[in-house]
């Protein structure tokens, strides 16, 4: 979340960043949240007031009593209790306040970078770079949907036999190709300097504050009834909660993580004709980055993730281009975004397969993760992640651009993995 402090110095570049995300009513929700701290610190103030007060009083009390005024130790007793009842009212009144003001500042997203580009949605986002070459397949040419099924490596039926639809059961070949990714993935993550992690793919719900998926993205995701536990939309919460409320030492930055988990997403309201196969599912299965930087090397290291992810993509021999991501398509706890995209040539469209953020400090405020400087002040750290990569699209896009009259051919970088070169 924002820092009022931030929003108290600058509030004139709070506004323009929000205006870019398209919230016409920036100005007066920073009022607001400014009007509510002013409240805090007046209550705050009274009550540290009462409280000296009643503390200063009641060390006569004992005094009084020795030197034999006992009437006058009763009158301080009475006023000492009125303090108390006080001091009860403004610490009910200072956690409402409190709760009010947390509330409000959680429905504040991210100011964006200023790099990025004012805009209503995906069709705004800008195209920074296309790479590869878009395949000419045969005129015979099919949809992964209708690859999987003439393969048998992946069965959609079976899934929502036993769970639903957005399920999918991945077989034979097509279950190798899962584990291929996975382990391909995650040597690569590890040759770049990421400690693997594997966390639960549970968590509760101070885990969702802390990144923002909560109270943002509540509907999106899967709550275990009775229980404050949800399943996880993506590794990014689990690992970088794992930092929740530490604070690191400058000398011992950054902190760099990945994990491989399955991700699970009700994806409400998304379902159509644009979101057939793998283009989108209810559980798919993830690599994630992780980085935890100093604030003056952040967008350095945002670079460097984003071109590491464009690597995976030219070792999987996928066409692909980059996009910032404009206001209005930024997720709700970034400050700047790269898209990559692959191009599906059977579908003849992109599909979104990596999101690279930096979050600066809107994820470390909520987490309380900070770091020590050499004069051992404690300042926020900036948070970074990035796909790297979600299976699904990949998946698609690598059945659809490798198609032949004779099956489909495995990417060679992937070979070693899966033990074959062709899905025939």
């Given at each position: 979340m924002l820092q009022?402090?931030?929003?108290?110095?600058d509030k004139a570049k709070a506004v323009k960043g929000l205006l870019?995300?398209?919230?016409?009513?920036?100005?007066?929700?920073?009022?607001?949240?400014?009007?509510?701290?002013?409240?805090?610190?007046?209550?705050q103030t009274e009550l540290d007031s009462v409280l000296a007060e009643s503390n200063q009083i009641s060390k006569s009390i004992?005094?009084?009593?020795?030197?034999?005024?006992?009437?006058?130790?009763?009158?301080?007793?009475?006023k000492t209790a009125e303090l108390k009842q006080r001091s009860k009212i403004l610490q009910e009144e200072s956690q409402e306040i409190e709760k009010e003001l947390m509330d409000s500042l959680y429905q504040i997203p991210n100011v964006p970078h200023e790099d990025v580009k004012k805009g209503k949605g995906e069709d705004d986002n800008e195209i920074l770079s296309e790479h590869g070459q878009k395949p000419e397949l045969y005129a015979g040419k099919k949809p992964h949907w209708d690859l999987i099924k003439d393969y048998d490596i992946i069965d959609f039926d079976l899934g929502i036999k036993i769970t639903g639809a957005g399920f999918p059961v991945y077989k034979g070949k097509g279950a190798k190709m899962q584990r291929a990714l996975l382990n391909f993935f995650l040597d690569e993550a590890e040759k770049q300097g990421f400690k693997e992690i594997q966390p639960p793919v549970v968590v509760n719900e101070a885990s969702g504050i802390g990144t923002g998926q909560l109270p943002d993205k509540e509907g999106q995701m899967y709550h275990i009834e009775d229980t404050d536990l949800y399943l996880i939309p993506t590794a990014e919460v689990p690992i970088t909660n794992l930092l929740r409320d530490e604070i690191i030492n400058e000398e011992d930055l950054p902190i760099k993580l990945t994990a491989y988990t399955p991700c699970f997403r009700k994806e409400a309201g998304s379902w159509g004709a644009h979101v057939r196969g793998l283009n989108r599912l209810h559980q798919f299965d993830k690599v994630e980055i992780v980085q935890v930087q100093h604030p003056d090397k952040s967008y350095l290291a945002l670079e460097e993730m984003n071109k590491y992810i464009q690597s995976l993509l030219s070792k999987l021999e996928l066409p692909y281009r980059v996009l910032r991501l404009c206001g209005g398509d930024l997720g709700f706890t970034a400050a700047l975004t790269y898209d990559m995209e692959v191009w599906s040539a059977a579908q003849e469209k992109w599909l979104e397969v990596s999101s690279v953020s930096n979050f600066e400090t809107y994820q470390s405020n909520r987490l309380k993760l900070r770091y020590k400087d050499a004069d051992k002040k404690k300042h926020l750290l900036h948070t970074l992640n990035g796909s790297a990569l979600a299976f699904p699209r990949i998946l698609a896009a690598i059945l659809e651009n490798n198609q032949t009259e004779k099956g489909i051919r495995v990417p060679k970088v992937l070979q070693s993995y899966t033990g074959f070169e062709w899905i025939d």
């Amino acid at each position: 979340m924002l820092q009022v402090a931030n929003l108290r110095e600058d509030k004139a570049k709070a506004v323009k960043g929000l205006l870019k995300r398209n919230i016409e009513n920036a100005e007066s929700l920073i009022d607001g949240v400014i009007a509510l701290d002013d409240k805090r610190k007046a209550l705050q103030t009274e009550l540290d007031s009462v409280l000296a007060e009643s503390n200063q009083i009641s060390k006569s009390i004992g005094v009084l009593m020795k030197e034999g005024k006992k009437e006058e130790a009763e009158e301080v007793k009475a006023k000492t209790a009125e303090l108390k009842q006080r001091s009860k009212i403004l610490q009910e009144e200072s956690q409402e306040i409190e709760k009010e003001l947390m509330d409000s500042l959680y429905q504040i997203p991210n100011v964006p970078h200023e790099d990025v580009k004012k805009g209503k949605g995906e069709d705004d986002n800008e195209i920074l770079s296309e790479h590869g070459q878009k395949p000419e397949l045969y005129a015979g040419k099919k949809p992964h949907w209708d690859l999987i099924k003439d393969y048998d490596i992946i069965d959609f039926d079976l899934g929502i036999k036993i769970t639903g639809a957005g399920f999918p059961v991945y077989k034979g070949k097509g279950a190798k190709m899962q584990r291929a990714l996975l382990n391909f993935f995650l040597d690569e993550a590890e040759k770049q300097g990421f400690k693997e992690i594997q966390p639960p793919v549970v968590v509760n719900e101070a885990s969702g504050i802390g990144t923002g998926q909560l109270p943002d993205k509540e509907g999106q995701m899967y709550h275990i009834e009775d229980t404050d536990l949800y399943l996880i939309p993506t590794a990014e919460v689990p690992i970088t909660n794992l930092l929740r409320d530490e604070i690191i030492n400058e000398e011992d930055l950054p902190i760099k993580l990945t994990a491989y988990t399955p991700c699970f997403r009700k994806e409400a309201g998304s379902w159509g004709a644009h979101v057939r196969g793998l283009n989108r599912l209810h559980q798919f299965d993830k690599v994630e980055i992780v980085q935890v930087q100093h604030p003056d090397k952040s967008y350095l290291a945002l670079e460097e993730m984003n071109k590491y992810i464009q690597s995976l993509l030219s070792k999987l021999e996928l066409p692909y281009r980059v996009l910032r991501l404009c206001g209005g398509d930024l997720g709700f706890t970034a400050a700047l975004t790269y898209d990559m995209e692959v191009w599906s040539a059977a579908q003849e469209k992109w599909l979104e397969v990596s999101s690279v953020s930096n979050f600066e400090t809107y994820q470390s405020n909520r987490l309380k993760l900070r770091y020590k400087d050499a004069d051992k002040k404690k300042h926020l750290l900036h948070t970074l992640n990035g796909s790297a990569l979600a299976f699904p699209r990949i998946l698609a896009a690598i059945l659809e651009n490798n198609q032949t009259e004779k099956g489909i051919r495995v990417p060679k970088v992937l070979q070693s993995y899966t033990g074959f070169e062709w899905i025939d």
